[in-house]
């Protein structure tokens, strides 16, 4: 096995766990069952004493020793497995041969000497369980060797002994086999690790096996691996944006200052450089907090900043905002909410992205244009909506203008920086909310779906 | 006014300090945040102009540690950061105005003026007067000698930030922040479209003109003549 060495030790450590908790559980169960075992076949000697006796006293064997001798003679014939002493009040024996005479009565047990039939060897001691039942006229013993018991608990004994480390022994193999499995899975995962960190940043995590834990496992971390790929992909294309977005401007005003340096003269040319270029460079720095800006949204920065918001009354604050400023440029701006569109979010950002949609319209609409705004509820949602009946965007590019300095061809000419609708993009996804541009035929409706918040949270 | 500068690049220091003083301020200078705090705690400054990151720790902690000290000195944040988060955490820890670097040295003149002539006993008069202005803050109404102004409650926000601000300049960020809460830069003249509104109503009728451009940085409302 190639497996690293912290994979062999945890094989090693999953095995010896293993092999203590079935030596253990072995253990306890093999002891118990010993237990259960030897007491069930001595209390089953006990009754087989208790019933012979029984039998052996009934119909006047108690009374008359005579009797029980006659029917103890011709038991020991029939049943060799039972021992008897029948004893007269004077203590003699009047029937039967036991080794001792043990007098106590009800039970105990005595040691005789093994039976001298051969079956054993003759050193070797029997215990025998033996019922003693003192009668008016003497007193009746029977007893049974418990032997077999003893026999029994040894073979018991060994069974526990052996079965544990047998259990013990297959547990440690057990761990050991699982462990060099996980082992080898394990090995398959660091080596795609190993790999995406090389750069192969597009390489996923390989079917781990071992049940569904681990399945969700890696999905979670292929899932992880989607969203590293993808911020980093944003940020790339984040720099080469950044390289080719804004280092244009700054090359135009360094030939500028370059032009001012070797032909200018005049103090008024100068100032009106400086001013040009001021206003460039405010321009370019712009651009750069724009990009800055929607980076931070789209890494999650604001979330924490999340409240209920009236979108009715948000909206309000938009248009009043912009009605001069639409009326200046020769719009009518309309407004139109319903009341309760409560959502989650951080205004702020809603207010700017809001602002930002409706500016386009006013910007890119030629006078006299309606742009219309409101909030509005569908069932659960509550809906954002900016629409305006200017040049809309073509269908072509509906997909393609939330990217960062993205440009339609016909607004290159005016001011902007290509980044406002990326921006509004940016929250709306920071928002988990659906921003959707449609053709208003003519002009643009963008709408953004909120999930609608209940009353009662605007309250608390 | 005696104001205290904490910013680590001493070329920016500089820029602001010579600008300010131009501006007929005294300006001390910090360039660490031991430096700043220690200073501010020792000298009787009208504002503090703190950078957000300076050597030996945040400037949030320095102003945190003012406040701490019983000091209630405005405190103006100056950050190359201009995140929501940002601005929340500045006034959480006892900022009252906050600047995203890079800004025009006009605005931050503008807003420290703005803050140091702040007045409790100005924010708390009833009614505030420019020349024949009168604004009633009670009733939300205001008047020009005996002529009742009509005006939306948005253009009564407008004017009255002006007139809490006579004799200043306020710049249109700084309208922005304050009038509509927008903490963003719009891409339209959305302030000269509400000036301009409001200037029909207050100046356009009565001959004399109280609100003025003061041009590359903003308004001033005054009684010139």
Known sequence: ????????????????????????????????????????????????????????????????????????????????????????????????????????AGFSEITAPAPPDGRETSDELATIEVLVTQLPRGSLVVGKSTYAIHELREWMGLLTIWGVIGMTVLAAIGGLASGAVLARRLD?????????????????????????????LRQNLNRMLDRLEASMEAIRHVSSDIAHDLRTPLNRLRHRLEHARANLTTVEAFQATVDLSLTE????????????????????????????????????????????????????????????????????????????????????????????????????????????????????????????????????GSPGSG?????????AALHDARLSLQSGEPGLVASIGFERATTESLVA | MKLLLLEDDAETAE?????????????????TADDGLHLALEGAHDVLIIDRMVPGGDGLSVVRAVRDAGKATPVI??????????????????????????????????????????????????????????????????????????????????LEFLVRHSGQVV?????????????????????????????????RPFGQDLIHTVRGAGYTIDDRA
């Open chain 2, 15 to 31: 820029f602001v300090r010579r600008g300010l003083t131009e501006a007929g301020h005294t300006v001390d200078v910090a360039a």
């Open chain 1, 188 to 216: 398959r995962v660091n080596a795609a690790t190993a790999r995406i960190m090389q750069g192969h940043l597009s390489d996923r995590m390989p079917p781990i096996g071992l049940g569904t834990e681990f399945e969700t």
């Open chain 1, 281 to 412: 460079l405010d321009q370019t720095l712009d651009i750069f907090a724009a990009l800055l800006r929607i980076a931070q949204i789209e890494a999650g920065a604001g979330r924490s900043g999340f409240g209920p918001i009236d979108a009715g009354q948000m909206m309000q604050r938009v248009f009043e905002a912009y009605q001069p400023v639409a009326e200046q440029a020769g719009h009518v701006l309309e407004f139109r909410t319903e009341t309760g569109a409560i959502i989650t979010g951080d205004e702020d950002l809603l207010v700017q992205m809001v602002s930002n949609l409706v500016e386009n319209a006013i910007v890119h609409s030629p006078a006299p244009a309606h742009i219309g705004l409101g909030a509005r509820i569908e069932d659960d949602r509550v809906i954002l909506a900016v629409r305006d009946n200017g040049p809309g965007i073509p269908s072509a590019d509906l997909s393609k203008v939330t990217q960062r300095f993205y440009r339609l061809d016909h607004s290159r």
């Open chain 2, 171 to 203: 710049t249109r960020a700084m309208l922005l922040d304050k009038v509509w809460g927008f903490h963003f830069d719009p891409k339209t003249n959305l302030v000269d479209a509400h000036m301009s509104r409001l200037r029909a109503k207050v100046d």
């Open chain 1, 1 to 104: 096995m190639t497996a690293p060495r912290f994979l062999a030790s945890s094989a090693l450590r999953l095995a010896a766990v293993f092999a203590v908790i079935f030596a253990l559980g072995g253990a306890l169960m093999f002891t118990a069952f010993y237990w259960s075992v030897a007491s069930y076949a001595n209390a089953s000697i006990r009754d087989d004493l208790r019933t012979e006796t029984r039998i052996l006293l009934s119909d006047g064997g108690a009374e008359n020793p005579a009797i029980l001798a006659r029917r103890v003679a011709s038991r020991i014939q029939a049943a060799d497995a039972l021992k008897y002493l029948v004893l007269d009040a004077e203590g003699r024996v009047l029937a039967g041969g036991l080794a001792a005479r043990p007098t106590v």
């Open chain 2, 77 to 158: 944040f100056l950050t190359a950061v201009g995140g929501v988060s940002d601005r929340v955490e500045g006034f959480e820890s006892g900022g009252d105005d906050y600047l995203v670097k890079p800004y025009a040295f006009s605005e931050l003149l503008a807003r420290v003026q703005a803050l140091g002539r702040r007045s409790p006993s100005i924010d708390l008069r009833p009614v505030l007067d420019v020349g024949d202005l009168q604004l009633d803050l009670a009733a939300r109404s205001a008047r020009r000698g005996l002529t009742r102004l009509d005006l939306t409650p948005q253009e009564f926000k407008l």
């Open chain 1, 419 to 427: 980044l406002g609708l990326a921006l509004v993009a940016a929250i």
